[in-house]
């Protein structure tokens, strides 16, 4: 069988083995120098992505399938330069990724994961009583990047009578939220900073100490887009200083790599870059990443390209 589709990067086993089985996908490393001519998809994902020096190891490169909603570990203005189409798996994951983001802020606002390792130190047990937490109904929110995930953590924050404001580069005009001009702004106006922005240059470190001590002392941040939106120390050192109050965080700048400062504390919520990470939502990413691999291979075109 030609080689036409290769793995980039380490994903998961079901799609590794699906491509295997159905086009006998080897990974870049088992990609024997003779059939690197055969090979028009690169199969890549949120974690790992396609740049420059992998297409160079491809010249007959003509899509990169990204498994996740997220690309920028991708370099697309490079693929589009060569004449290389991207896709990604957007809409499948927006609930499960906004779930995770309620999650993350009550556990944060409400210390839940703090008092279960209260529980579990024993310190109830020998009389102790956890300091008080904080309210999430009625909560102000602002949320950095209202996409389909800001969108669907609004919706879901709305059941909790919260106050939703928002900062994209430009106002949209289906919605009823309050606009802030900047995330400093939006920061200054709520209680809760929520990033659900794409990751990438146009975001990198938007969330840096001015919008940090805009969102103050009784100021919470979640993040569940991409550790690259905020700058990380910043956050720690917030933290500490408290001039922030908590932080629940699902991504990181360097994962799987969590810095000590943030590992230490009580005040954080870690979690493991889970947001889409349930069997559902990873079964339907799976298969629309298959759908697109399927799809460019019979027409030429992708099911869910991305912009070039
Ligand atoms: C995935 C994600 O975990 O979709 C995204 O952008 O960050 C997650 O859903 C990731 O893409 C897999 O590496």
Redesign the pocket.
């Known amino acids: 069988m030609t080689t036409r589709v290769v793995v980039v990067g380490t994903l998961r086993p079901a799609l590794v083995q699906a491509l295997r089985d159905c086009y006998a996908a080897p990974t870049l490393e088992e990609l024997s120098p003779e059939d690197t001519d055969d090979v028009e998809i690169a199969v890549t994902?949120?974690?790992?992505g396609v740049r420059a020096e992998h297409m160079n190891r491809l010249p007959k490169l003509r899509a990169i399938v990204?498994?996740?909603?997220?690309?920028d570990a991708t370099d697309v203005a490079e693929a589009t330069r060569r004449g290389i189409v991207v896709s990604?798996?957007p809409d499948v994951?927006t609930d499960c990724?906004a779930d995770a983001a309620v999650g993350l802020i009550i556990d944060v606002m409400r210390g839940l994961s703090a008092s279960d390792r209260f529980v579990r130190r024993g310190e109830w047990a020998r009389g102790a009583v956890p300091p008080p937490a904080r309210r999430v109904t009625g909560v102000r929110a602002g949320i950095l990047g209202l996409g389909r995930i800001g969108l669907a953590i609004a919706h879901r924050l709305t059941a909790f009578d919260a106050t939703i404001s928002y900062h994209n580069r430009r106002p949209r005009t289906d919605v009823d939220y309050a606009y802030a001009a900047s995330p400093r702004e939006l920061a200054a106006n709520c209680d809760l900073l929520v990033i659900a922005a794409a990751g990438g240059d146009d975001s990198r470190g938007l969330v840096d100490t001015t919008v940090l001590d805009a969102l103050g002392p009784r100021g919470f941040l979640v993040n569940v887009a991409?550790g690259s939106v905020v700058d990380e120390p910043a956050v720690a050192a917030a933290l500490e200083e408290k001039r922030l109050a908590g932080a629940g965080l699902d991504?990181f700048a360097d994962e799987p790599h969590v810095p000590a400062a943030l590992r230490e504390r009580d005040d954080v919520v870690l979690l493991p870059?889970l947001?889409?990470?349930t069997v559902e939502t990873r079964t339907a990413?799976t298969d629309l990443t298959l759908a697109n691999v399927a799809r460019f291979l019979d027409e030429g075109t992708l099911v869910t390209p991305v912009p070039g």
């Open positions: 994902s949120g974690t790992w990204n498994f996740g909603v997220g690309y990604n798996t994951l990724v991409r991504v870059h947001g889409s990470a990413m």
